[in-house]
């Protein structure tokens, strides 16, 4: 199966904002609402942020939000911190042969 | 607290086969499907295998469809990964990951840190 489409790196200084995206087709992110994004700081497991577009786990800051617009989602992080470092994956329901697509991976840098 | 932690992970020659395990702790295991992911170097993520939590249905990707075989002891609170017919393409850290329930919710709760599998010779 093809891949989610993120950017490779994304970047910004401490406190401020930045977003992601994550783009697929109709036959993943834009059918369903079923897209998920995860944090992953290199040799550490990888930790869930939002689950279902929308939604946080308990215990996720809330400077941590999700949305989706058509075939493409977006993970916002605001007040960037230090600790924001890693890695960002997106994943979503896929209709084609496997059951989930993952994305390409985004490394996020605080400046 | 949920932790998972994966073991097995080994260099392994073309055609071998190997067996990857998951230790699990912190919640009821046999409430849970379970699943693997992996990652080859340099690559993006690929579904792997789920198991129900009573082991009595599995789903695979095509891509490993026939030669690996995904199996629960419950009274162990441990899953496995039986990988046969290994091919190069299989190098990658496998990842052990949790689903919210006994069903296909779309995504993965907790994971583990992963284990290296190289393919080479």
Sequence with gaps: QSALTQPASVSGSPGQSITISCTGTSSDIGGYNYVSWYQHHPGKAPRLIIYDVTNRPSGISDRFSGSKSGATASLAISGLQAGDEADYFCSSYSFYNSLYVFGTGTKVTVL | ?121
């Design chain 2, 1 to 121: 607290e949920v932790q998972l932690l994966e073991s097995g992970g080994i260099l392994v020659q073309p055609g071998g086969s190997l067996r990857l395990s998951c230790a699990a702790s912190g919640f009821t295991f046999s409430n849970y499907l379970m699943t693997w992911v992996r990652q080859p170097p340099g690559k993006g993520l690929e579904w792997v295998s789920s198991i129900s939590g009573s082991g009595g249905a599995t789903s695979y990707a095509d891509s490993v469809k026939g030669r690996f075989s995904m199996s629960r002891h419950n009274s162990q609170n441990t899953v496995f990964l039986q990988m046969n017919s290994l091919r190069a393409e299989d190098t990658a850290v496998y990842y052990c990951a949790k689903n919210p329930g006994d069903y296909e919710a779309y995504y993965f709760d907790y994971w583990g840190p992963g284990t290296l599998v190289t393919v080479s010779s």
